[in-house]
């Protein structure tokens, strides 16, 4: 078998074994291959344009994190609470940028469990000396009085702006819009995708590890999904790197992403 034809069927056999399927990931393909240098009879010219474009991608979301900071930093006042929820780099990015704008606020996490994201959260910013308070996943009733708003990050927005974050993130949604508090979500633009749930089942099925312990009768089982849908009626605004958007905006920004 000659050695192209080999690579051409590795990839395709990794292409359809591989049960990953992110929004970053496909509009990356769309982005790269996006280009007329692939009708031209120039191989090395195509492969020089698709790397040009791979590489311009990759800055351009890298750039996102920053971009985002920027605008979000922007919604955070002094003497403000901020309750958070999950791991995400852009959120801390965010944090980054208001404490070092001098801006005074304190931060209360969620423990999120089962993979402890809010104390990997608070190690993270524990150099901003920012006042933070760690809460049990159940304590967001109790402590959403003295919060002024809820900050997350996102695994994907969805095209009607709602968005699919770790589990958890939908019941602090419906705990803050009772309270009055706005839910502001960050998130790079490469995460919006092209779906349209309409419950949670619609989400991919992927479950975290969780142990009881000895005394969780046998025959009982543990239910873990690790994340859920947030739908668009809860979330105030979102800050990406194409600007502070409302939820029903991403559909018009997606229409332009894959055009």
């Known amino acids: 078998m000659a050695v192209a034809v080999a690579a051409i069927q590795a990839l395709t056999t990794v292409i359809r074994l591989s049960t990953a399927t992110t929004a970053g990931c496909e509009l990356f393909l769309r982005y790269t291959t996006r280009t007329s ?4 009879d120039n191989f090395e010219l195509a492969k020089k344009r698709l790397i040009e474009r791979g590489r311009h991608f990759a800055e351009t979301s ?5 971009t985002i900071a920027e605008e979000g930093q922007r919604f955070i006042r002094s ?41 990997t959260t608070a190690r993270a910013i524990s150099d901003l000396h920012v006042p933070t308070s760690v809460i049990l996943d159940s304590g967001v009733g109790y402590c959403m009085d003295r919060v002024d708003l809820v900050l997350v990050g996102a695994e994907a927005v969805a095209e009607n702006g709602g968005v699919i974050n770790k589990l958890g993130t939908f019941q602090i949604a419906i705990v803050a819009k009772a309270h009055s508090v ?17 419950s949670q089942h619609d989400l991919p099925l992927e479950r975290k590890q969780l ?24 979330i105030s605004l979102l800050f990406t790197d194409l600007g502070v958007l409302t939820p029903a905006a991403v559909s018009d920004e997606l229409i332009q ?3």
């Open 211 to 234: 142990d009881f312990g000895p005394l969780l009768p046998t025959g009982v089982l543990i239910d873990n999904p690790s994340r859920d849908f947030t739908p668009p009626a809860y």
């Open 37 to 40: 240098a692939l009708e031209m």
């Open 182 to 198: 706005p839910v502001y979500v960050a998130a790079e633009s490469y995460k919006f995708a092209r779906l349209y749930p309409l």
């Open 79 to 119: 003497g403000f609470t901020i309750l958070c929820h999950g791991l995400s780099r852009v959120v801390l990015a965010i944090l980054r940028k208001a404490a070092a704008a001098g801006t005074q606020f304190s931060v209360i996490l969620t423990e999120g469990r089962p993979d402890e994201t809010g104390i």
């Open 62 to 66: 890298k750039r996102a994190r920053a």
């Open 257 to 259: 992403l894959y055009s």
